[in-house]
């Protein structure tokens, strides 16, 4: 490990890390340049403060477009059979289950692989690579500085697209390119007389399990049928490996070494609600602008897709409430950072400081979002809203008429003792 002289030093590599390398660096920063620095977020701290209204505000009136897309949906569905193309349903919304099955081979020209009944097809490719871990620490000293401390660790692993290593921190650990990236390819797939879009295919049908039902029972896996042109095959040596190929030697792995694995989706029973077209399918659009397009595995009749909808619904509109939210309070905390950043001159101070300031922000973050959100759902529901305008306009009124009451009773009040007080100066 390092010692205090070595960090002084600003930078330096230990040999501990496994199968690479450990960089540390540290950086000190004054309390003048550290204040400046925090100034800097407030810029960021008010784009997020102020970008959270609009998207709480979209969340509430996508949800409410949607709901209200899903009960257009349950009035004007039509059940089709999926044998015949009727005209008559052309840009309408229907719903249909059956059978769906491929009706092509799929190919993987680049390593010469073919498969058959199957809908689609993936190629899964990982590459053994450097990866770079950031770890920083940051000490707050007497004064109001910081010293930041920052270990970067050079370690080997398989990852499915190239790591930028041109980023690293420290130079020679580099990663070569790849010629090859994972793809899915779709076979035509067909539902009676209609065939499925590809959205529908990529999100309907789940891959086959590989380990109770692997590839290599159906397909024959040949480093022979590669083609020699390819550019993994002209690098390095090949075989197979399970249901694909290694590219590079198991025994002995290096940067660079390559795996291609297949995994492959079969037909099955499948439901659908969307706005025909032709032959095929093509996403609905309410009246409320929303869109409905959704398919699911098995027989499963319209009223429950459109319940598994709606409560899809429900879910994102909270996850989307949460992320406002929590962007709001962001903003908050960012625009406030200042003021711990003053106070940490006094390191302990600083800290209650900045713990102050998180519960602020918290608390009024919190209570904002709560508003806008309440606001949006009553302004997107024009019933709601109608009956809260006149609910308001009814108490308003009874409140004036209160008022008008009181100060009518206070001015014949007054009248009578000013009658009194004539008579009492006449007598």
């Excluded at 009578?416 to 100066?425: A, F, H, M």
Aim: charged share 20%.
């Amino acid at each position: 490990m390092y010692d205090e002289e070595q960090q002084e030093s600003g930078a330096f590599f230990n040999g501990e890390g496994g199968d690479g390398n450990v960089f540390v660096e540290q950086e000190h920063t004054g309390y003048f340049e550290k204040l400046g620095n925090s100034f800097g977020g407030i810029c960021l701290g008010l784009v997020l403060f102020f970008g959270a209204f609009p998207l709480l505000w979209w969340n509430e009136g996508r949800a409410v477009d949607y709901y209200q897309a899903i009960n257009e949906g349950k009035k004007i569905i039509i059940p089709i059979n999926s044998t015949v193309i009727d005209p008559m349903n052309e840009g309408k919304l229907v719903y249909l289950t059956g059978l769906a099955e491929p009706t092509q081979n799929l190919t993987d020209f680049d390593f010469g692989i073919e498969v058959s009944k199957r809908t689609k097809l993936s190629r899964d490719v990982s590459m053994y690579q450097w990866y770079e871990q950031k770890t920083t620490t940051k000490k707050d000293k007497v004064g109001g500085g910081t010293t930041t401390t920052t270990e970067y660790k050079y370690t080997k692993k398989w990852h499915g697209s190239r790591i930028n290593s041109d980023s690293f921190r420290q130079q020679g650990y580099n990663n070569p390119p790849m010629p090859y990236v994972t793809q899915e390819f779709y076979s035509n797939v067909v539902l009676g007389a209609f065939s499925l879009p590809n959205t529908m295919i990529s999100s309907a049908f789940p891959y086959d399990d590989g380990n109770t039902s692997p590839l290599s029972q159906t397909v024959t896996f040949d480093t022979n049928t590669i083609p020699t042109n390819n550019a993994l095959k002209t690098q390095k040596p090949v075989e197979v490996q399970g249901d694909g190929f290694y590219f590079g030697t198991p025994q002995n792995t290096q940067i660079g070494d390559t795996t291609v694995k297949y995994r492959a989706a079969s037909g099955g029973t499948v439901s659908l609600f969307a706005q025909q077209s032709g032959s095929t399918f093509t996403q609905y659009t309410a009246k409320s602008g929303a869109n409905l397009f959704r398919i699911e595995m098995g027989a499963v009749d319209s009223n429950t897709m459109f319940e598994n909808a709606a409560a899809e619904n429900k879910t994102i509109t909270i996850i989307l409430r949460v992320v406002g939210t929590l962007v709001m309070i962001s903003g908050i905390a960012l625009m406030l950072n200042p003021l711990a950043v003053a106070a940490d001159i006094i390191p302990c101070f600083g800290d209650c400081i900045g713990g102050a300031i998180g519960i602020v922000a918290f608390l009024t973050g919190g209570f904002l979002s709560m508003v806008v959100i309440g606001i949006a759902w009553v302004a997107n529901r024009p019933a709601v809203l109608g009956a809260a305008v006149a609910g308001m306009a009814v108490i308003g009124y009874f409140i004036y008429a209160g008022f008008r009451r009181k100060r009518e009773r206070s001015r014949a009040i007054n009248d009578i003792d000013g009658v009194k007080d004539l008579k009492l100066e006449r007598d």
